[in-house]
């Protein structure tokens, strides 16, 4: 199973990014679908995550700001970033919670992508 991330770069503060991640193998189902970020020195923290009926969390920086989606028939999720800030800058990570189709539960992060915000 794979995860592949798109849609990093490089934004203006105030501008818009749009990342997207899908999934591929030998996959059953994905329960949890979300994105974590990384900025220099600091640890990995939840940025958004959704549930397989749609239910959303996140993080209270982003809130207002970002939108999570998923498309299920594509396992893919996608991060709707608006308004971005500096602080914004960061490594984003995609992830799965999965069920194979051997009834194995699983989580799989993607390889990240980078987001600057930066005039």
């Known amino acids: 199973v794979q995860l592949q991330a798109s849609g990093g770069g490089l934004v203006q503060p105030g501008g818009s990014l749009r990342l997207s991640c899908g999934a591929s193998g030998s996959i059953f189902s994905i329960n949890v679908m979300g994105w974590y970020r990384q900025a220099p020195g600091k640890e990995r923290e939840l940025v958004s995550v959704?549930?397989?009926?749609?239910?959303?969390d996140y993080a209270d920086s982003v809130k207002g700001r970002f939108t999570i989606s998923r498309d299920n028939a594509r396992n893919t999720v996608y991060l709707q970033m608006n308004s971005l800030k500096s602080e914004d800058t960061a490594v984003y990570y995609c992830?799965?919670?999965?069920?194979?189709?051997?009834?194995?539960?699983?989580?799989?992060w993607g390889r990240g992508t980078q987001v600057t915000v930066s005039s």
């Open positions: 959704i549930s397989s009926g749609g239910s959303t």
């Open positions: 992830m799965i919670d999965y069920l194979s189709p051997f009834g194995e539960t699983r989580d799989l």
